[in-house]
């Protein structure tokens, strides 16, 4: 079957743009997570949905950064006025169910250069 | 200050040895682990993973070990094979959610 999708795979944006990115989760997973991965770093997490609900945003940066998951499947992760510093990959899972000590099975990430 | 770390950045070894790779963590509410290998391009990919109600978890010629009064796991590769070369990463996740990742070891397994 399909795994976790996420689109566009590569975006390069200039200062004080807008972006969107986009996550297809597995068909059929309760929740969904987004993480920013630097280079030679792991992933750290920014953000959880439970459904359409986002139980958790204490990853998130700043308030430039927001996210959505309006009918419980595919989810948009929006940064606005984007900053070199927003440079990074952006990597999206999902899981099964919610909770702890769940798979989380990650899609191949889009990579963010703002100039 | 890493809560999951991953102390050698890279290892190499030679196919059909046994690859160690070591994982070492200081949050005690940890109760599970993962570990995930990423190739280049593409997104982490699960591997295998433990209970903190367990000390081993074996899954083919993957198995992991857990060592909590340590506070440290390891993953053994054997045999290893140059397909196997990859960027691994420990992961260690609470009662919630979230997942906690150090920051990779590079394994080259050489023909």
């Known amino acids: 079957g399909a795994g976790v999708s996420q689109s566009p795979r590569y975006k390069v944006t200039k200062r004080g743009q807008d972006v969107a990115l986009r996550c297809d989760p597995i068909s059929g997973h309760v929740s969904l997570y987004w993480y920013r991965q630097a280079l030679g770093q792991g992933p750290e997490f920014l953000t959880y949905f439970n459904y359409e609900a986002q139980q958790d945003k204490s990853g998130l940066p700043n308030d430039r950064f927001s996210a959505e998951r309006p009918e419980g499947s595919i989810s948009t992760l929006t940064i606005q006025r984007t900053e070199q510093r927003d440079s990074a990959m952006y990597r999206c899972?999902?899981?099964?169910?919610?909770?702890?000590?769940?798979?989380?099975?990650f899609g191949p990430g889009t990579r963010l250069l703002v100039l | 200050d890493q809560q999951v770390k991953q102390n050698s950045p890279s290892l190499s070894v030679q196919e059909g040895r046994i690859s160690i790779l070591n994982c070492d963590y200081t949050n005690s509410m940890f109760d599970y682990f993962l570990w995930y290998k990423k190739y280049p391009a593409e997104g982490p990919t699960f591997l295998i993973s433990?209970?903190?109600?367990?000390d081993k978890n074996e899954d083919g010629r993957f198995t992991v070990f857990l060592n909590k009064s340590a506070k440290h796991l390891s993953l053994h590769i054997v045999p290893s094979q140059p397909g196997d070369s990859a960027v691994y990463f420990c992961a260690a996740g609470g009662s919630n959610y979230k997942l906690t990742f150090g920051k990779g070891t590079l394994l080259t397994v050489n023909p």
């Open positions: 433990i209970s903190s109600i367990k």
């Open positions: 899972a999902s899981s099964l169910f919610s909770g702890g000590q769940e798979t989380q099975y």
